[in-house]
């Protein structure tokens, strides 16, 4: 998951010029505050709360690396064959281990690899720096060789000790103040973004020239780590008049991932700050690609029964009804849109489910947001089908319906 701080297209309600950075201090005990006088107030500067459970979790994977180090030392004591580190690359994949010396010169290269980036990890969890990945590159690039064998080691660190790695990619005009007074740049120089820190550990926020947020699903990054979802919860708190956006696949789990960055994840419910309650929904929607594939089939001279379901009639309804009745046939279905599945539709009754349950709890009725998924499922249940994001640029161009979207937004 991914998302982009732009100047966007269109002016915004203004916020006051002192918001352009967040400044955070901490009271006598130590703990994370917010700065409460007059000039910081109409910031909406959220109150970042560094409690214990940050420090429990730090020394843990400290623990774990110690351990790691502490079999080399029993291993060389005893005199034994080989050094070995546990690795796993994949959540799914079962455990595996490097030894030194290896089975081949690059499984020596990579051990060695893992071992600079354990010793750089425990530094910077015992000073209560955070590191990034292209930092520990260019601590040692001789021997990392590219950013590449970086990330995939972390990775698979992060999966051996048990700890999550964070997801979430950052690029824009936005710079983050550490604790440590490290700058970190999010500017558009990144390939493919900057790694969203933990909001613990975040100073400031410089803004820039930021005037929206984009939020995308992408990278098969799927549902949004507690970094990221902190992180836009922080930028929405802070600056409240700044639009967060979010565009995710028009298919049961895009809609779920936008709920759950919404209205957050019941396994984080603990987690207060674990939401974005601003985000816009802006797609994709059915209703997007079905006019994409309209455009495209007219511009190609297509007589299929999209195009003409579309000369009848300009409705979005038309074009459903149009679709249900026999379309499957069409260039469209197939390529851009497919069929749903069993488990689609099991997903899609139980967040339709939730939505009425929130209704039922609230004893009101659905504010205009919630009609809209529940339309949205409800269609979805009806036509049968999905598409990603990719099917508004098969179909025309996705910097149009962007800006398109963002400027009616």
């Known amino acids: 998951m991914s998302f982009v701080l732009s100047q966007g297209t269109r002016p915004f309600p203004s916020t006051p010029s002192d918001t352009s950075s967040t400044p955070l201090f901490s009271d006598q005990s130590g ?4 700065d409460n006088s007059p000039s910081s107030q109409s910031s909406g500067i959220l109150n970042v709360n560094n409690g214990s459970s940050d420090h429990m979790q730090r020394y843990l994977v400290v623990s774990k690396i110690d351990e790691i180090f502490a079999k080399m ?14 690795y ?32 750089l990890a425990r530094q910077a969890l015992m000073s209560g720096r955070i590191i990034s990945k292209r930092n520990i590159y260019y601590q040692d690039p001789d021997l990392f060789d590219n950013q590449r064998n970086v990330n995939e080691l972390v990775d698979s660190l992060a999966l051996t000790l048990g700890v999550a790695a964070s997801k979430g990619l950052i690029a824009g005009s936005l710079t983050l103040t550490m604790k440590d ?8 120089d990144q390939d493919p973004g900057e790694t969203i820190p933990p909001a613990s550990m975040i100073k400031e926020i410089h803004f820039g020239d930021a005037r929206w947020v984009l939020v995308v699903e992408k990278e098969g990054k799927g549902y949004a780590d507690l970094a990221t ?3 836009l919860n922080l930028v929405h708190s802070t600056q409240p008049f700044m639009p967060i956006l979010g565009v995710f696949d028009s298919d049961p789990h895009g809609i779920h991932i936008m709920r759950t960055y919404k209205y ?9 700050n674990a939401r974005v309650p601003g985000l816009r929904w802006i ?4 209703e997007d690609v079905l006019r994409a594939g309209v455009s495209a089939s007219e511009e190609d001279g297509s007589q299929s029964s999209l195009g003409e379901s579309s000369q009848s009639s300009q409705s979005s309804q038309s074009s459903f009804g149009q679709f249900s009745q026999g379309s499957q046939d069409s260039a469209l279905f197939g390529k851009q849109i497919t069929k749903a599945a069993v488990y689609d539709e099991s997903l899609l009754t139980k967040m339709a489910q939730s939505i009425i349950y929130c209704l039922a709890a609230k004893g009101g009725e659905l504010d205009d947001e919630e009609k809209e998924q529940l339309g949205e499922i409800q269609t979805m249940l009806l036509l049968n089908v999905k598409a990603e994001i990719q099917a508004i640029d098969n179909m025309g161009d996705l910097s149009d319906w962007l800006d398109e979207k963002i400027g009616v937004a």
Do not use: W
């Open 283 to 286: 797609g994709v929607k059915l």
């Open 31 to 34: 703990h994370e505050q917010v």
């Open 181 to 188: 007074d490290t700058v970190v740049s999010c500017m558009f």
């Open 229 to 231: 979802l902190e992180f």
């Open 88 to 119: 796993r690359r994949s959540s799914q994949g079962e455990g595996g281990v490097l030894r030194f010396p290896g089975s081949s010169v690059n499984e020596a290269v990579k051990f060695t690899r893992m071992m600079r980036i354990m010793e």
């Open 73 to 86: 030392i029993d291993v060389l004591a005893d005199g034994g064959d080989a050094l070995v580190i546990p």
């Open 264 to 272: 957050g994840s019941p396994r984080l419910s603990h987690e207060e």
